[in-house]
């Protein structure tokens, strides 16, 4: 494409050259101090710190539950988003409005009423615990939180995305003789699928690095229960900055990596899509597989 | 629009905020739960210290987790003074040269002006008739406690238990150790911090047992209301300091030396020790201690400094990564 | 009819997808929120209110406010700027630059208090030059926005990313080529495309900022009624027994987010105004 070797849109320079000022001041330049402050350990430390019996066990904790909460939402999310945007229902702005609240609560109050919520004499808890299912200071409380927590990340991601989809081509698709299942899976998922990726690493991400509301949940037994960002706190506790930012770099790197291929997978469907099938095309595949 | 300005000029108002009206400033950082008492005191501090130096005095209250209030400090939190309810934290900053390295000879009693002691929180007629650190360790009794490596609170509650357990007939660290393991296996969870095993107690209606200071009973009275609750108190138990110190650093260079000493010297008159008092927690001063007898049964305690030589000491032979808190779990 | 079988789910998908999502919805949010409000609300309405009229409550009501404002010009500019380049245009390393923006939503909040005492703290790399001058960052309230900056960095350039690229760049490509300067096709081909993400990153971005606890109770020294946001307030009144006053207190962050949802219908009003008055005058060509 022509975009490639000349370029007609404006502002590149001026847009990337900030964005690159304000993120190398804002993010890049305290990150890189953490990230010295840790060397002063030398690997060897840092490694021995991070594979520690305890480390490794809240790693898989927190990663687990993580990633667990993160696939939650991208499932519900995009119903969630869906509904929101398609259907008609009452007390629908309302309900729109209600899915940013996790953000604004602080954490500490959203662990505290979640815990509340699901102890044995919660309101839900008293449902659960008799089927022998605990979540309260159990590993599934922290799904629990994390879920809470990220919740507003895949449904706000995907919503302007489906306001954007053109009825034309669904249209276009149909009056071809798809169905609506085949326009759903040929035409509408693959472009919504990146803001999905999207939305599924975001909340990923920040579920990674919650403290607040977990701990308040999640009983924070030793190799069962303890996320990594409790041993952090923990090292903070002993004067042990210097483990602290250890963990914190290691943390760091296992999640820049977890994005980076996210990332990486998020702009190869994008472009594979964008570059093969403009949704013309796209539209007329998904009649294709009806004829 | 209105909105915004009045928020931007309420910002800009709290940047302000330290050049206020009063001669003087002082900034006490505390612990989290220690605002009834200052609450009380602070102002009692600025009529007296009103009446005595002429001088109009402001008083200005942070407060947060112990340790947590102790980095900010040597962090640059210009705190004049430093009121914590652990004194490895103010040993922390003795350390780093704010605090001088006497600091607990500067005042009486070790620099603690009261004291409190932990005790168990159990339901309303001792169902399991708990009477003693070895019932917490029995077989189906459920425990509440705080994290012990990462809250006071909750280090309080294992060394107290480790201290029984070495007073017991053949007791030695290796025996104090297996107790703390039996114990720790009760507990169903490690609550947040002291409220929050407050909560799981009381509302959430878990365990048999609650370990917390003599001082917070009151507190959960006031919240949960005195029916539902009794308070046990063991055979031996920690009496847990409150430890106070002079910020040297901050006091030179804002100039306050005098006014912070007064502040806390204060703390050790009568009217000092019976707000103490009116909070539940025991005073040093003998007659206010009889006056307000009926708050606080006799009890034997042991301090840190008997058992476990030190604060510092005991911080890392326990709860340092690898102490012996950790060697229950990862040994095994 | 054939378009509406192929726009639209059956009646039955639509019934269940709407019993799904908004079961969800129930269970994960509103079940919570309520329990915030019954706790505040405990003792009854007066007792509530009482414990919102706490100057203290208040003063932090305002510091959170104007932390959120402070922070808001700062987002939108990156989040488009950031937008417009990684979108609009094809460059090497962008995954990793979309990478390094997503990064501030990984960092504890607790580290990313931490890394800025690193830096600015007495025994910080830049600490003895602030004290020699006299200039304070942590513990006061320049430290406190920029570590909301710090967490609310990805927000608005992650909204918009993916809706921007799903647009392409047709619209603006035709502006320019019938003779539309970079600022007229930015305000009136660019701007209206984004409207609705470029809203919700900075609903998400408010409310996160106001609620983020972690962060700024590293920086903030937690001066009552100085240093003190709202959600510091809260758990401070948590520790000291007062559930009512901290349920309270939060119940007001929820309120705050919710205000945005005021916004979100004013726009959305003014919006379908314009559709249909431009309709009207169209109206006569199109038939």
């Not at chain 1, 706190?233 to 994005?259: C, H, N, P, R």
């Not at chain 2, 000029?9 to 612990?31: E, F």
């Not at chain 2, 947590?68 to 705190?79: H, P, T």
């Not at chain 2, 306050?256 to 000092?272: C, D, M, N, P, V």
């Amino acid at each position: 494409m022509a975009a490639k070797t000349h370029r007609v849109l404006p502002g590149f320079g001026l847009a990337l050259g900030y964005t690159l000022v304000y993120l190398s001041l804002l993010i890049l330049l305290p990150l890189g101090g953490l990230i010295l402050k840790a060397s002063e350990l030398g690997f060897g430390q840092i490694m021995d710190i991070a594979l520690g019996e305890r480390s490794l066990a809240a790693f898989r904790v927190t990663f687990g539950a993580s990633f667990l909460a993160a696939a939650v939402n991208a499932f519900f999310g995009l119903i969630v988003a869906w509904i929101l945007v398609r259907y008609p229902f009452p007390g629908k702005r309302f309900v729109d409005a209600l899915v940013d609240l996790p953000f604004a609560l602080p954490t500490a109050v959203a662990g505290i009423t979640l815990a509340t919520l699901y102890a044995g004499n919660g309101w839900l808890g008293q449902f659960i615990e008799p089927l022998g299912f605990k979540v309260a200071y159990t590993p599934w409380g922290i799904v629990v939180a994390l879920t809470f927590i990220t919740l507003p990340f895949v449904v706000r991601t995907l919503q302007p995305v489906i306001e954007d989809i053109e009825t034309e081509v669904e249209e276009a698709a149909a009056s071809l003789g798809a169905s609506r299942w085949q326009t759903f899976v040929k035409v509408i998922f693959p472009a919504i699928f990146p803001a999905l990726l999207t939305g599924f690493a975001l909340a990923f991400a920040r579920a990674v690095g919650e403290y607040g509301s977990v701990i308040f949940i999640a009983g924070n037994l030793p190799l069962i229960s303890e996320i990594t960002p409790l041993l952090i706190i923990s090292k903070l506790e002993q004067y042990d900055v210097l483990g602290a930012t250890a963990l914190a770099v290691v943390m760091l790197g296992l999640s820049f990596l977890l994005l980076l291929s996210v990332n990486l997978l998020q702009w190869w469907t994008a472009n594979r899509h964008k570059n093969s099938e403009p949704l013309e095309v796209a539209a007329a595949k998904a009649s294709g597989g009806a004829q | 629009m209105f909105q915004l300005r009045k928020s931007i000029s309420a910002l800009m108002l709290a940047m302000v905020a330290s050049a206020a009206l009063a001669d003087v400033t002082l900034l006490n950082s505390s612990y989290d739960v220690a605002r009834d008492v200052y609450k009380d005191y602070n102002p009692m501090f600025q009529k007296y210290w009103k009446a005595k130096s002429g001088e109009s005095i402001e008083l200005k209250q942070s407060h947060g987790g112990s340790s947590k209030q102790v980095r900010a400090v040597a962090d640059g939190l210009e705190a004049d003074v430093v009121t914590m309810n652990q004194a490895n934290d103010i040993e922390f900053l003795a350390e780093k040269g704010l605090v001088a390295k006497d600091w607990t000879k500067k005042f009486p009693n070790s620099a603690s002006p009261y004291t409190s002691a932990m005790v168990f929180i159990v339901r309303k007629g001792n169902p399991k008739g708990i009477k003693d650190w070895n019932d917490l360790a029995a077989t189906g009794t459920q425990i509440i406690i705080p994290h012990p490596k990462n809250t006071g609170n909750g280090r309080n509650t294992y060394l107290s238990a480790w201290a029984w357990a070495l007073k017991q007939p053949g007791g030695n660290d290796k025996t104090a150790q297996e107790f703390l393991g039996k114990l720790l296996k009760n507990a169903p969870l490690f609550a947040a911090g002291g409220r929050d095993a407050t909560t799981t107690f009381m509302q959430r209606k878990m365990g048999d047992a609650l370990i917390t200071f003599e001082s917070e009973a009151e507190m959960i009275a006031k919240e949960f209301g005195k029916g539902d609750f009794e308070v046990v108190y063991p055979s031996l138990t920690m009496q847990t300091e409150f430890p106070v110190a002079l910020v040297e650093k901050v006091v030179d260079k804002k100039g306050t030396r005098k006014q912070a000493q007064a502040y806390l010297e204060y703390l050790w008159s009568k009217e000092g020790q019976e707000n103490a008092a009116q909070n539940y927690l025991r005073p040093r001063d003998a007659e206010i201690l009889k006056k307000y007898a009926s708050f606080f049964p006799p009890l034997k305690t042991f301090t840190v400094d008997e058992v476990f030589g030190g604060a510092n000491k005991a911080f890392a032979i326990h709860f340092k990564d690898g102490g012996s808190f950790d060697q229950i779990y990862v040994q095994k | 009819m054939k378009s509406t079988r192929a726009t639209q789910e059956p009646v039955w998908v639509r019934y269940t997808l709407l019993t799904i999502g908004l079961s969800f919805l129930f269970f994960f949010l509103g079940l919570p929120l309520l329990a915030v409000f019954v706790e505040a609300l405990a003792q009854g309405v007066p007792v509530y209110i009482e414990a919102l009229k706490e100057p203290e409550t208040a003063s932090a009501i305002w510091l959170t406010v104007g932390i959120a404002l402070a922070v808001l010009p700062f987002n939108i500019v990156f989040g488009v700027a950031a937008a417009w380049a990684i979108a609009k245009f094809e460059f090497k390393g962008k995954s990793l630059l979309i990478t390094l923006i997503d990064l501030p939503f990984a960092v504890s909040p607790v580290v990313a208090g931490l890394i800025f005492i690193l830096l600015f703290g007495s025994q910080g790399t830049f600490g003895e030059w602030l004290s020699e001058h006299d200039i304070k960052i942590i513990f006061a309230v320049p430290g406190m926005i920029l570590a909301t900056l710090f967490i609310t960095f990805p927000f608005i350039a992650r909204e918009l990313i993916p809706l921007m690229q799903a647009q392409g760049k047709d619209e603006e490509e035709a502006a320019v080529s019938l003779g539309a300067s970079g600022w007229q096709m930015f305000i009136r081909v660019t701007l209206p495309n984004i409207k609705w993400g470029l809203l919700y990153g900075v609903i998400l971005s408010n409310a996160r900022a106001m609620g983020e606890f972690g962060a700024v109770s590293v920086v903030s020294g937690h001066i009552r009624g100085e240093t003190n946001t709202l959600p510091l307030h809260v758990e401070i009144l948590y520790n000291e027994y007062n559930a009512i006053g901290a349920f309270a207190a939060a119940s007001i962050l929820a309120l705050l987010a919710l205000v945005t949802l005021v916004a979100k219908t004013i726009v959305e009003w003014r919006m379908k105004k314009e559709t249909e008055m431009l309709n009207t005058v169209l109206a006569p060509e199109k038939t």
